[in-house]
């Protein structure tokens, strides 16, 4: 699926969508997580939404005036990168689910990488947890 089926059946129907960009950190979240827990080969990334070219190459002949802007979001946790993970862990389904396929090694390594990963990026100083990750924002319109 191209996720096409889910633009507005009107014509003139305005589409906003903001996918998180494949270099990103929650891009570069999803890739450590895929090294030790890889993603069902028959279902596209969702990273791909994150490309420009590969959005306008699936968007073509069903919109008109799309515009890509490339934005930041900002994860401000009242927590260590650690906590962070253990947070994720929980409640973030990608997350959640890759930890529940692993056994007990593997989880273990998985939450190190991660936690490498939220600490490298980490710009906070104060034992929190600040990152920021790139995500694109698409409008366009229906034709």
């Not at 929650?26 to 450590?32: E, N, R």
């Not at 979001?73 to 529940?100: H, I, N, S």
């Not at 989880?107 to 980490?122: A, D, I, S, V």
């Amino acid at each position: 699926r191209s996720g096409l089926e889910h633009l507005p059946d009107e014509t003139g129907g305005r589409i906003a969508m903001a996918n998180w960009t494949p270099a990103g950190f929650i891009g570069q979240m999803f890739k450590t997580t895929a090294a030790q827990v890889p993603p069902p080969s028959n279902v596209p990334s969702p990273l791909l939404w994150g490309d420009v070219a590969n959005v306008g190459e699936r968007l073509n002949g069903h919109v008109t005036n799309a515009q890509f802007t490339r934005r930041m979001c900002t994860f401000k946790l009242p927590m260590t990168p650690e906590q962070t993970v253990d947070y994720f862990r929980q409640w973030y389904g990608p997350t959640l689910r890759a930890f529940a396929a692993l056994d007990e090694i593997g989880q273990t390594m998985l939450h190190r990488n991660l936690t490498r990963l939220w600490t490298e990026h980490n710009q906070a100083t104060d034992g929190t947890t600040l990152v920021e990750s790139e995500y694109l924002e698409i409008t366009a319109t229906r034709v």
